[in-house]
């Protein structure tokens, strides 16, 4: 049977109208979007436009590189279509060699980077241990001590003893070990009883903070952990104790923290306590040991040998300006390039490595020539003294060069001639007196009373200031005669280094020197 066309047209009608809904509500979702869209790109285009108001000349930047790259496209295809040809022609096999030789070559440039890395990494190195080859033997104690204390973690009865608290010796052995006696004591010390203070006040804490009942017992550890943190904490600012004991401070605050807060679940707190101080004693006997015995290296001795050679080169700045500035025979050519012109400047930047030096040569043993309360405050303060004479050094140099390099008309050819050799005379005496008091604290042996260079050094002085005093015609000439009034303070300076050097030869009880059987003394009356 056909249906009647009436339900045909029912039918139809229901379609169009339900497609007709349906293409109606995706308008009006899809509606929004397309706003959002068009006000975007409307934005965008706003933008274009203002940054091409802003500068045409954008405008022609992006025209100028549209038109190569159009070209470009086009002559693109041709070597495309000539090395699709080679390829079907057999041409591959040249271009994958020529492929495989670049290949070769950039690995052989790496290769050949790596190896000159490599030689001057090398060349460093072997720079470093020849400058001074102690670095070499502290290495080699550092690693000694190192697989002694783990020792420790390998043995089973010893590992058994303490258990995981082991690996404190190792920590101990890595943070304590220094390059000089002196500092590996004064850290070993330092952390050693550090430990111990920490730990004991820490165990002290404990028990106290037991009596305040199971709630009362965390409220009185905090509270004690308060207290002594920051007690401990500003005593670090103490400049006495900043010096010596900062390490120990820090490691009393780490380890009463540490003990402290873990007795709250720890249930054996002693052995706790008692394996944390027995590991970093194990480990600072460890370093000491491995320190004192093998290869020593003492910080008295490298603060004594710091003073004579500061000393060797303030008398090297003085050598080189009586032979190179007032000799009679004289260039004053290239003095920028001199090298005795900066010996001065490592005097100037001495005092950090020599208040550490003599910070640890206090907590060393006797040793050597050394001994017990040896005055190290004294070589600080002939220290400070050579740093002074090496500033007035300083502005002696820039002296000389500026006057060097001028084109002031040459003063009174007598003048100058009286004026240089006054010079000569304080620069040749002041440097054999430098050079005497270097002799005599390497020597440890205790200077001359009777000084004839550094009396004449001082005679010198006296006279060209007297003569500077009273001639108006050393007064105009005043770039050659500052010169010469420098060096006056210098010798002055000098003066004082000799009586500080003196006070040294007495307080360290220098050995007097020997008189040469040979010697011959001739007293010589006006």
Known sequence: MEPPQGAERNNGGVAEGGNGGFLASCRELLRPALDKVRRALVAFGAKLAKTSRDDPRRVAHSLKVSVPESTALEGAMEPAAQATEEINNGGGGESNAGFLASCRDRLRSASDGLGRAVAGLAGKLARIALDDPRRVAHSLKVGLALTLVSVFYYVTPLFNGWGDST????????????????????????RALATLVGGSLAVGAHLVAQLGGEKGEPILLAVFIFIAASAATFSRFIPEVKARYDYGVLIFILTFAMVAVSSYRVEDLIEFAHERVTTIAVGVATCLFTTVFVFPVWAGEDLHNL?????????????????????????????????????????????????????FARWEPIHGK?????????????????????????????????????????????????????????????????????????????????????????????????????????????????????????????????????????????????????????????
Not at 338 to 357: G, I, M, P, Q, T
Not at 395 to 419: D, F, H, M, W
Not at 456 to 478: N, P
Request: hydrophobic share 40%; proline share 3%; glycine share 6%.
């Open 167 to 190: 690996i404190w010796a190792v920590i101990t052995v890595v943070f304590v070990m220094e390059f000089t006696v002196g500092a590996t004591l004064s850290k070993g010390l330092n």
């Open 370 to 526: 050394f001994g017990f309360r040896h005055p190290w405050k004294q070589y600080q303060e002939l220290g400070t003294l050579c740093r002074q004479c090496a500033s007035s050094m300083e502005a002696l140099a820039s002296c000389v060069i500026i006057l060097k390099g001028s084109q002031y008309p040459e003063a009174n050819p007598e003048l100058c001639l009286r004026t240089g050799a006054a010079c000569a005379a304080m620069s040749s005496h002041s440097a054999r007196v430098l050079r005497g008091l270097s002799l005599t604290v390497r020597t440890m042996t205790a200077p001359s009373p009777a000084n004839g260079d550094m009396s004449a050094a001082t005679k010198a002085a006296s006279d060209f200031g007297t003569e500077f005093s009273e001639d108006g015609a050393l007064l105009q000439a005043m770039h050659v005669a500052v010169v010469a009034s420098l060096l006056s303070d210098i010798v002055a300076q000098i003066e004082r280094i000799t009586e500080s050097t003196n006070d040294l030869a007495r307080l360290a009880c220098f050995k007097k020197p020997e008189r040469s059987p040979s010697a011959v003394v001739i007293n010589i009356e006006d």
């Open 307 to 359: 003073a004579a050679g500061n000393l060797d080169k303030l008398a090297e700045f003085l050598e080189g300006m009586e032979s190179e500035c007032f000799g009679e025979t004289s260039s004053c050519e290239n003095l920028e390039g001199k090298a005795f012109l900066h010996v001065y400047k490592s005097v100037l930047n001495s005092k950090v490595r020599e208040d550490s030096l003599s910070t």
